[in-house]
Structure formats: C-alpha cells, structure tokens
C-alpha cells in the first residue's frame, strides 16, 4: 500500500499546518514509526548540515554531537510520556552525502533510545517499479485517533505533507514498515561496520 499512498486523496498541509498538526498530535501518541527512503535532502535550517554541505566536516561533526544534549532531554520526555519511537531508514552503498552525515546523527539518536534500522534500498526494488517509497510517519499504535503523514520535499527541502486518517490504510501502512524495521539491522551495528570510519564526504553544496 505504501507504494500507492501517492494517488490516494488526502489532507494537503504546508509546512507551517504540517509542524503545528504534528505536534498536536505526536504528544498524545503511544508510538511513532517513520519510514525514510530518500537518500539526498536538504536540511540548511541545520548549522551541522551547513557546515557538512560547505566542506568542513569536522565542524558539521562536532555541532551534531553538541546536538546531543537537547535529544537527551527530548527522549527523557519521549520516556517520561511512555513513547516509542521507531525508524527503518533505507540506504545506498556508497553512502551519499547527505546520508554519511545524517547516519552520524542517527547513531547518537539510537544511542539515547530511538529504536533505528537499516535496510538497503535494494531491498525494496520490486515495490519500486513505478515511483520510490514514499516518507512517511505514523503515529499512534493503539490510541483512539492514529493519524499518518506523507512527508512533501521541493527541492529536497521539507515543504508540508498529505495527511490520513482512515484507520484500515493506517493500520496497513504501518504493518508494511514494521515489516521492513523489523527485517533492518540495527544501526548500533551497521554505524561502527560501515559508516564511522569512511572518510570526509564529499561538499553537498548550499
């Protein structure tokens, strides 16, 4: 199904209706999942990602670290509310530059409870036959009111989403990326293996 979320009607929001939707609703989830496919964004809201796209690694790496003890305090308050989060991010090998950097942050998130995989994206070929998997977050595992999220990017920058509610594509949505976290490697094994110790990636660009 999540190959065909893209012609399924939905609820378009902007960004500023997408982050304030969100946020009402992540807070009164007992579970989130998301499912992250593209492998180059754009995120110059980010100083470590600026500094990634314009050349100097170590700084991009050291904000990213610095970025550690606001996630601390974010996943005290993800426990303290009784929430889960879950993440299957698909990669590609050679990692891109965009994922070399975010994989970095996504070890540190995994490291203070975010519950993250990793699947190659040629795992997913024959879904893909016609367009890529979208992004997509679902929140909400047992609540009354679960909601998804067809995450929008123009020019790989988050620019809004398309929202569901119907509760039978729900469910079998987020059945589908349980099925992929559930196949993913754990990126506390993949990050140390395959990505910690490559080389500085090469600019993105701003």
């Given at each position: 199904?999540?190959?065909?979320?893209?012609?399924?009607?939905?609820?378009?929001?902007?960004?500023?209706?997408?982050?304030?939707?969100?946020?009402?609703?992540?807070?009164?989830?007992?579970?989130?999942?998301?499912?992250?496919?593209?492998?180059?964004?754009?995120?110059?809201?980010?100083?470590?990602?600026?500094?990634?796209?314009?050349?100097?690694?170590?700084?991009?790496?050291?904000?990213?670290?610095?970025?550690?003890?606001?996630?601390?305090?974010?996943?005290?308050?993800?426990?303290?509310?009784?929430?889960?989060?879950?993440?299957?991010?698909?990669?590609?090998?050679?990692?891109?530059?965009?994922?070399?950097?975010?994989?970095?942050?996504?070890?540190?998130?995994?490291?203070?409870?975010?519950?993250?995989?990793?699947?190659?994206?040629?795992?997913?070929?024959?879904?893909?036959?016609?367009?890529?998997?979208?992004?997509?977050?679902?929140?909400?595992?047992?609540?009354?009111?679960?909601?998804?999220?067809?995450?929008?990017?123009?020019?790989?920058?988050?620019?809004?989403?398309?929202?569901?509610?119907?509760?039978?594509?729900?469910?079998?949505c987020r059945r589908e990326i349980s099925d992929h976290w559930q196949r993913g490697e754990d990126i506390?094994?993949?990050?140390?293996?395959?990505?910690?110790?490559?080389?500085?990636?090469?600019?993105?660009?701003?």
């Amino acid at each position: 199904m999540l190959d065909q979320l893209s012609r399924i009607p939905a609820q378009d929001l902007d960004l500023g209706a997408y982050k304030s939707d969100f946020q009402d609703n992540f807070w009164r989830a007992d579970m989130s999942w998301k499912l992250e496919r593209q492998v180059t964004f754009r995120e110059p809201s980010s100083p470590s990602w600026l500094a990634m796209a314009e050349g100097d690694w170590a700084k991009a790496l050291r904000l990213a670290d610095e970025m550690r003890a606001g996630r601390m305090e974010h996943q005290r308050e993800l426990d303290r509310c009784g929430i889960v989060q879950r993440r299957i991010r698909f990669i590609c090998d050679p990692p891109t530059s965009y994922l070399q950097w975010e994989l970095h942050l996504l070890a540190i998130w995994a490291e203070l409870g975010e519950q993250i995989r990793i699947l190659p994206v040629e795992t997913i070929a024959h879904l893909e036959t016609r367009t890529q998997l979208p992004e997509v977050v679902v929140l909400g595992d047992r609540t009354t009111s679960p909601v998804m999220y067809d995450i929008q990017y123009t020019d790989d920058v988050l620019s809004g989403a398309r929202k569901f509610t119907d509760l039978d594509l729900i469910d079998t949505c987020r059945r589908e990326i349980s099925d992929h976290w559930q196949r993913g490697e754990d990126i506390r094994r993949y990050f140390p293996r395959k990505i910690e110790r490559l080389p500085p990636p090469t600019p993105q660009g701003v």
